[in-house]
């Protein structure tokens, strides 16, 4: 499981901190770094925010997946992104994204990209992003 980068507002990491992790995993729920299109593979998120201001979070999480193949272009999945609610008195979030057929052959770098709105609809001050190692998409 690859860990990521977090980024938070500017204030003490007591008040506020988190951690955010990804995994690309097959059908059998195992971690993989090969994946056939038309299979059921997924990438498995997990984020955790801790600190005194938690219950004080208000808005949206928005969760995708940037997908860069060697040598073509990059692609998000899915579109529009996964939208959670911030939940007050826990920090704990888990996401699964389904990739089958969302690819097509090729090798890809893969990145979780974790990003707020505020309650207000502005864009947030927290998230981060998490690199996965290269995948290999077969037919």
Do not use: C
Request: hydrophobic share 40%; proline share 6%.
């Amino acid at each position: 499981m690859a860990t990521g980068e977090f980024q938070v507002m500017k204030v003490p990491a007591e008040q506020l901190a988190g951690t955010l992790h990804g995994q690309v995993v097959d059908p059998g729920a195992q971690p993989t770094n090969v994946v056939k299109r038309g299979e059921g593979w997924t990438v498995d998120v997990s984020w955790e925010v801790t600190g005194e201001l938690i219950d004080w979070l208000q808005g949206r999480w928005q969760l995708e997946i940037i997908a860069d193949l060697l040598g073509g272009g990059e692609t998000r999945h899915p579109s529009p992104p996964v939208v959670l609610t911030f939940t007050p008195g826990s920090g704990r979030y888990t996401a699964s994204i389904p990739m089958r057929g969302q690819l097509a052959p090729g090798t890809y770098d893969l990145v979780v990209n974790l990003t707020t709105t505020t309650a207000a609809g502005t864009a947030g001050a927290l998230g981060g992003f998490v690199v996965l190692s290269k995948i290999l998409v077969k037919e």
